[in-house]
């Protein structure tokens, strides 16, 4: 069991990742309602019919997405599994967390197949669709602290204030990305051509998106320099300096996007990036000991120290 440890979990985190951008191809590609019922796919039958009124593609898009949350499920139930006997010889409240995010894993996907089920049912509703992306950001957060937690990766804790700029930044990104889900919605990717919009005129919550994004960029910028008058250890600034890159990177594309009509390769490439950033932010905040008690920092750091030791 412990050789899959590894194997295990970075899988889990890989396919809570896709699953953010095989959904985006389905609603970029209009095939939202390829399958246009759940559980079943069409009528009674949980797969893509011949001569389906929707079109085989459109379908066959949807089922693919479908079946890629199957393999989900078993993975998850892999990591639960494992969970329990990777940390039966931790100390007791490492033990509990990692049980704990296991757990949140199974909860996370079955909030994510009620959720796809809702969205299916209420013909792509914006509110659905964004709370489907937004559950997404969350599971995966959870996937790779239970990852990094059960494969002891190295934490180095920041000092103040460098610690509270980062659960700011932690905070602001995901106002960034809840925003990003408001612009979509908005916009002519919808997953249908007869799905509901939001409400919100797009050029304005265009502008405001990328006002956050700024906002974000400049204060990502001045955390860095922070740690760096403060001497932090070279890889937690690495960490916050590869969020940067793919940040201005993420600003690049949704600039063209915006001054190109949304063409479907640049706004799939946009949530390509957005799942990226979120990965490369959580995992810099999960090193740096970024949202963890100074008394449960000091018992990591002091834990680290003896396996060197050893």
């Known amino acids: 069991m412990n050789v899959a440890k590894r194997p295990i979990l970075s899988m889990l985190v890989a396919l809570q990742s896709a699953i953010v951008v095989t959904g985006g191809a389905v609603r970029l590609t209009g095939s939202g309602l390829g399958c246009p019922t759940w559980p079943q796919c069409t009528g009674a039958s949980y797969a893509p019919v011949p001569h389906q009124a929707q079109g085989q593609l459109h379908a066959w898009i949807e089922f693919g997405n479908r079946l890629i949350t199957v393999l989900l499920v078993l993975v998850i139930l892999a990591a639960v599994v494992g969970a329990l006997f990777w940390s039966r010889n931790c100390e007791r409240s490492e033990r509990r967390k990692i049980r704990l995010l296991a757990l949140a894993q199974l909860l996370g996907i079955i909030g994510q197949i009620v959720l796809g089920g809702i969205t299916v049912l209420t013909h792509l509703n914006p509110f659905s669709v964004a709370a489907h992306f937004l559950l997404s950001i969350v599971v995966i957060a959870g996937a ?3 990852r990094n937690r059960v494969l002891r990766t190295a934490r180095i804790a920041i000092a103040s204030p460098s610690r509270q700029l980062s659960q700011i930044l932690v905070l602001l990104t995901g106002f960034v990305i809840t925003l990003g889900t408001v612009v979509t919605g908005s916009g002519p990717h919808a997953g249908d051509i007869a799905a509901k919009r939001f409400t ?3 050029r304005t919550i265009s502008w405001l998106h990328a006002d956050s994004v700024i906002a974000l960029i400049s204060l990502s910028l001045g955390l860095i320099l922070l740690l760096q008058v403060q001497r932090a250890a070279s890889s937690i600034r690495y960490k916050f ?3 940067i890159a793919i940040a201005l990177g993420q600003g690049i594309i949704g600039y063209a996007q915006y001054f190109t009509k949304l063409p479907v390769l640049l706004v799939a490439a946009h949530l390509l990036g957005a799942t990226l950033l979120w990965l490369a932010l959580w995992d810099a905040a999960f090193a740096s000991h970024s949202f963890t008690r100074a008394t449960t920092r000091t018992n990591s750091q002091a ?8």
């Open 144 to 146: 790779l602290s239970l």
């Open 200 to 202: 919100i005129d797009p």
């Open 241 to 243: 300096t590869l969020f």
């Open 303 to 310: 834990e680290i120290n003896e396996d060197h030791a050893i």
